[in-house]
């Protein structure tokens, strides 16, 4: 089992809008940046979006900017991607991760565990 779970993807039309979860199913979340990662059929996993342990500090991919917004809610330990003007070119399989730090990172080997992931269909 993954120690982070997706979930909230879908098959929606171009200019619709998603959110996608992110939970910890083996620890807390609280201490550490979560970042949302997307990989579309015969691509390169592509950062989309990350957030500190705070969510004081957020970063987006230029792709998404103004479209897409990452959240946490410590509450329920949960980090969301919310997702709108949907694009076809926004399909792929959408994963969490979880930094070593609590800042906001960029590199893929800044991060230590890895969801499974949630497909996001984008067709009209």
């Known amino acids: 089992q993954s120690e982070l779970v997706e979930s909230g993807g879908g098959l929606v039309k171009p200019g619709e809008s998603l959110t996608l979860s992110c939970t910890g199913s083996?620890?807390?979340?609280?201490?550490?940046?979560i970042a949302w990662f997307r990989q579309a059929p015969g691509k390169e996993r592509e950062g989309v979006a990350c957030?500190?342990?705070?969510?004081?500090?957020?970063e987006y991919a230029d792709s998404v900017k103004g479209r897409f917004k990452i959240s946490r809610d410590s509450a329920d330990d949960t980090v969301y991607l919310i997702m709108n003007s949907l694009r076809p070119e926004d399909t792929a399989v959408y994963s969490c991760?979880?930094?070593?730090?609590?800042?906001?990172?960029?590199?893929?080997?800044?991060?230590?565990?890895w969801g499974q992931g949630t497909q996001v269909t984008v067709r009209a």
């Open positions: 957030i500190s342990s705070n969510g004081g500090a957020t």
């Open positions: 991760a979880v930094a070593g730090s609590s800042v906001v990172v960029t590199e893929l080997a800044d991060f230590t565990s």
């Open positions: 083996r620890f807390t979340l609280d201490m550490w940046a």
